[in-house]
């Protein structure tokens, strides 16, 4: 059976080709259009994500500058630190500074007796016994010049004791002292385990 267009009415015609067009907009839409659309959408959001990359790179980069100062200061603070508490002890080193200091004070040290480091919680204390020779005014200079070392070092224990019949007038006295420097700890010390500890004099658990 065929159907002729021409035999319809004129607004069949119409209706037809305007249904006919809304069936072929609606295909349009869902195929072509909406699919279009959304990977418009989804590269929009990927280009606004890249944008705002791109202005917190751009702002970062402008504080590069400051970034790298703060950077140097630091760097300055710490190395400044490390001369006055190094990282680690070098008796050797102390010594021959105590001796320089100690030849230009008119003073000798007889003695120079390094004990046991004690560690703290950032930093280790390292006492160092001296007997020093001279008269009170060297010694009284030495412990000036020590006192205005980088590094820091405190005198402690300071024990003098003059000679009856000095024979040399530079060796009126002998003095012993503790000259205790700081060294500073990579890593904290740990803290002691208090369940472990017993008072000293406490009698210890036997088992049942």
Not at 11 to 37: C, I, K, M, N, T
Not at 46 to 55: M, P
Not at 116 to 129: F, M
Request: proline share 7%; net charge positive.
């Amino acid at each position: 059976m065929t159907i002729s267009l021409s035999k319809l009415p004129w607004h069949g015609q119409v209706g037809l080709f305007v249904a006919l067009a809304l069936g072929g907009a609606a295909v349009f839409y869902l195929y072509y259009e909406s699919p279009l659309r959304a990977d418009m959408a989804a590269r929009e959001k990927q280009l606004a994500a890249l944008e705002a990359d791109v202005a917190k790179g751009r702002a970062t980069a402008q504080r590069l500058p400051e970034f790298r100062a703060e950077v140097a200061r630091l760097q300055a603070r710490l190395d400044n630190l490390r001369s006055v508490l190094p990282e680690e002890k070098d008796a050797a080193d102390l010594l021959r500074r105590l001796q320089t200091v100690a030849t230009q004070s008119n003073l000798r040290i007889k003695a120079f007796k390094p004990s046991p480091v004690v560690a703290k919680e950032l930093h280790a204390e390292w006492p160092i016994a001296l007997e020093l020779d001279g008269t009170y005014h060297n010694l009284a200079a030495f412990f000036d010049r020590v006192g205005k070392f980088t590094r820091i070092v405190n005198i402690s224990g300071v024990d003098i004791k003059g000679k009856d019949k000095p024979p040399d007038p530079d060796s009126t006295i002998t003095a012993t002292c503790v000259a205790t420097t700081f060294v500073m700890l990579d890593k904290p010390a740990p803290a002691p385990d208090k369940k472990a500890a017993v008072k000293p004099g406490a009698p210890a658990r036997k088992g049942v």
